[in-house]
């Protein structure tokens, strides 16, 4: 079985923001420890799947042993992007009764493991609300320390909201200028009613010159211009 290749951002400003998100949903799980996240968006394309890879990685490398699942049973993009086989996945875990060793992928970062959503299934919605799958994200929580679940859009399936109901907290991707505000609040409700533990919202695709202000003190991570001097001959 072939080890997954993930690309890892190295920009000093995105790895600050992952850093700040890890410890922020530390700090959210009050008394209880969140160890199964859920990353939602309501529409396809808002940096979802890149959020959980990029979070996924932070936590990896902050000494977590780390299982980032692909739950989009119907669209799954993560066979062609990173060559992972489709004859076994999270699909097939329940109809074949497969050994978690035998469809976790490992990959090219230490203590990140990967899940992929394996062939289509005729019945997702079924196939998350099956006792089944409880018991197969229980064993998983014994076996690794943080779970990310990545979802399809909440604005196309009701997939999404029944995984983050599962989980123990769930955060939304929001791309800048690529939602409505009718939208969010449409997700969002369809959390709520989930009975999600809604943590918040991730704002993603903000155009650098609008989030260079907010890390003016760290100027340390842009490339400053430096203005020559001009020197005037003497006569």
């Known amino acids: 079985m072939s080890i997954i290749e993930f690309y890892e951002n190295q920009n000093a400003v995105v790895q600050e923001a992952l850093s700040t998100l890890r410890t922020n949903i530390s700090f959210a799980g009050n008394n ?45 993009l993560e066979y062609k992007t990173y060559g992972a086989d489709v004859d076994t996945g999270l699909s097939t875990v329940i109809s074949d009764k497969l050994y978690m060793d035998q469809v976790v992928r490992a990959t090219n970062i230490e203590n990140l493991f990967f899940l992929p959503s ?39 399936v009701i997939d999404a909201a029944i995984v983050a109901s599962l989980a123990d907290a769930a955060i939304m991707i929001v791309s800048t200028g690529r939602i409505k505000m009718s939208g969010f609040k449409r997700a969002r409700d369809q959390l709520l ?43």
Not at 58 to 70: C, E, P, V, W
Request: proline share 2%.
């Open 118 to 156: 394996g062939p289509k299934h005729l019945d997702p919605t079924g196939y998350f609300s099956s006792n089944e799958f409880k018991e197969f994200l229980a064993k998983a929580e014994k076996e690794y320390d943080f779970i990310i679940l990545d979802t399809p859009a909440l604005g196309s």
């Open 32 to 76: 209880k420890k969140i160890k199964k996240l859920a990353i939602v968006s309501y529409n396809a394309s808002e940096g979802k799947t890149t959020t959980s890879i990029n979070l996924s990685i932070n936590y990896a490398r902050a000494g977590f042993n780390t299982l980032l699942i692909d739950t989009d049973m119907r669209k799954s």
């Open 193 to 235: 009613k989930a009975n999600v533990n809604f943590l918040g919202v991730v704002l993603n695709k903000v155009k650098k010159s609008e989030y260079r202000k907010y890390f003016d003190i760290y100027g340390y991570y842009f490339k400053r211009r430096i203005k020559k001097k001009k020197w005037s001959k003497r006569k």
